[in-house]
């Protein structure tokens, strides 16, 4: 399943970390590496609970092309897809994720990742990010 968003596009390959519950102390503490952060929001205040080493990308609901989650990414240098309505429908934990400049690619099959693959080598390398 292919989504389309807006914010800033790139290249990343990871699994998905949804955050959904923020009544917990720390919501985004157990991000393992190579997460592609899926959230409603991403606040400055959020910023500093997360552990952005192990962030490839980011997925939000929030539509603001220049909101926190977008300033937080161009200044990482990760992609940041947002306007995504349904990704807490679409999107569950550990869910394989693919960032194509603004397509969030969720479980792909291989011809989608061969795609991937070699969309990402024509690219500038550095705007490819993976962990997988």
């Given at each position: 399943?292919?989504?389309?968003?807006?914010?800033?596009?790139?290249?990343?390959?990871?699994?998905?970390?949804?955050?959904?519950?923020?009544?917990?102390?720390?919501?985004?503490?157990?991000?393992?590496?190579?997460?592609?952060?899926?959230?409603?929001?991403?606040?400055?205040?959020?910023?500093?609970?997360?552990?952005?080493?192990?962030?490839?990308?980011?997925?939000?609901?929030?539509?603001?092309?220049?909101?926190?989650?977008?300033?937080?990414?161009?200044?990482?240098?990760?992609?940041?897809?947002?306007?995504?309505?349904?990704?807490?429908?679409?999107?569950?934990?550990?869910?394989?994720?693919?960032?194509?400049?603004l397509d969030v690619i969720i479980n792909p099959d291989l011809a989608a990742v061969e795609e991937f693959d070699r969309l990402r080598r024509e690219s500038d390398p550095q705007l490819s990010l993976d962990m997988l």
């Amino acid at each position: 399943m292919t989504i389309r968003g807006s914010g800033i596009g790139g290249f990343a390959k990871g699994r998905a970390f949804v955050v959904v519950d923020r009544g917990q102390r720390n919501p985004f503490e157990d991000i393992p590496p190579g997460s592609v952060l899926v959230a409603r929001t991403v606040s400055l205040s959020d910023s500093v609970m997360i552990n952005f080493k192990n962030v490839v990308a980011m997925v939000t609901e929030e539509e603001d092309r220049t909101g926190h989650a977008s300033l937080l990414a161009r200044g990482l240098g990760i992609p940041a897809i947002v306007g995504i309505r349904t990704c807490f429908r679409d999107i569950y934990n550990g869910d394989r994720i693919l960032v194509q400049n603004l397509d969030v690619i969720i479980n792909p099959d291989l011809a989608a990742v061969e795609e991937f693959d070699r969309l990402r080598r024509e690219s500038d390398p550095q705007l490819s990010l993976d962990m997988l």
